[in-house]
């Protein structure tokens, strides 16, 4: 299964009729440009768990970043880099 598809599954099976009217997932365009993927962890089983930031800086268009306060999980990276932002998320709820 590729990361949006994931990405997608991840997110209908955390839709309780709640949690997806909070924060939920957002992803954005960056004006650098890039991409940025917030995850709301707040009531999912990975509330609570941290990361410290990773970051992978290839080049000035080929870099991300992705950390977790625990509350909720994020993840930047250059417009060509969405696919690897969204598997930052998959690799931490693995």
Same mark, same amino acid.
């Given at each position: 299964?590729?990361?949006?598809?994931?990405?997608?599954?991840?997110?209908?099976a +955390?839709?309780?009729?709640?949690?997806? +009217?909070?924060?939920? $997932?957002?992803? $954005? %365009?960056?004006?650098?440009p890039?991409w %940025?993927l917030?995850?709301?962890l707040r009531?999912?089983?990975?509330?609570?768990? %941290?990361?410290?930031?990773?970051?992978?800086?290839?080049?000035?268009?080929d870099w991300?970043?992705?950390? %977790?306060?625990?509350?909720?999980? +994020?993840?930047?990276?250059?417009?060509?880099?969405?696919?690897e932002v969204i598997g930052h998320?998959?690799a931490?709820?693995?």
């Open positions: 299964m590729d990361d949006l598809v994931f990405l997608q599954q991840w997110f209908s +955390h839709c309780d009729e709640d949690w997806e +009217h909070g924060e939920g $997932i957002k992803l $954005i %365009s960056l004006d650098n890039g %940025s917030e995850v709301d009531g999912t089983g990975f509330e609570g768990r %941290s990361m410290p930031r990773v970051k992978a800086e290839r080049s000035e268009t991300t970043q992705a950390w %977790s306060d625990g509350r909720k999980f +994020h993840a930047v990276g250059g417009a060509g880099n969405l696919v998320f998959r931490f709820v693995r």
